[in-house]
Every structure is written in C-alpha cells, then in structure tokens.
C-alpha cells in the first residue's frame, strides 16, 4: 500500500481544512488508516483513526469534537475533516495504515507510512 496525503495549507484560526490520503493497492479496505502529526522541535503525535469498515473512530484529546476522520474504501481515500483550528494544530500530518486499529493508536509500528502535508493556522 502506498499512501499519499494532501490537502494541507494557510488557514486562519477558526477556520477549516479537509486532508484527504489516497492509497494505492487493491488491500486498502483490509487496514485501518489514522493520521499522525509533528509540530516542529515536538514528536510525531497520534491524532485520529478509523477501523477498516468505518465503523469505529479514535481520536486524540486534544483533537475530539474538532476533527473527523473518514473513510470511503470506493476511493482507496481516508479524510481528516479539521474544523475549529487553533495555532498549535500546525503541524506536518502523515497518513498511516496498520491492519489494527490499537496499533495506529499507540502509535507503533504501522505497516505503511505517507509523506506529510504541512498545515498552518495563522492566529
């Protein structure tokens, strides 16, 4: 599975970015996807992700009730739609896939890695 994520950019707080992650491979809809995060001088951080079905969401605290992620297995494509941003959701965002959902949430040893798209949130 290669990943490729897009959708990044200038925004001003408050304000809205949809990240989309295409993958390639005929197995997307046997992993579950997530996106990570890496603000600079910080390490990469968990921020959301979803089951291979869509039926089960996780996300990280800082990021509940803001962000969404989704999925449409159709379009080998996994979302993370981000509203409400603030200043320190700048950050370069990576998608990743894992056949386990736990394993994208701990953030440990994912199968297949995306290059990053750069968000910005002006305040």
């Known amino acids: 599975v290669q990943l490729q994520a897009s959708g990044g950019g200038l925004v001003q707080a408050g304000g809205s970015l949809r990240l989309s992650c295409a993958a390639s491979?005929?197995?997307?809809?046997?992993?579950?996807m997530g996106w990570f995060r890496q603000a600079p001088g910080k390490e990469r951080e968990f921020v959301a992700a979803?089951?291979?079905?869509?039926?089960?969401?996780y996300y990280a605290d800082s990021v509940k009730g803001r962000f969404t992620i989704s999925r449409d297995n159709a379009k080998n494509t996994v979302y993370l739609q981000m509203n409400s941003l603030k200043p320190e959701d700048t950050a370069v965002y990576y998608c990743?896939?894992?056949?386990?959902?736990?394993?994208?949430?701990?953030?440990?040893?994912?199968?297949?890695w995306g290059k990053g798209t750069l968000v910005t949130v002006s305040s």
């Open positions: 979803i089951s291979w079905s869509g039926g089960s969401t």
């Open positions: 990743a896939a894992d056949l386990y959902p736990t394993k994208i949430v701990a953030g440990i040893g994912m199968d297949y």
């Open positions: 491979g005929r197995t997307f809809s046997s992993y579950a």
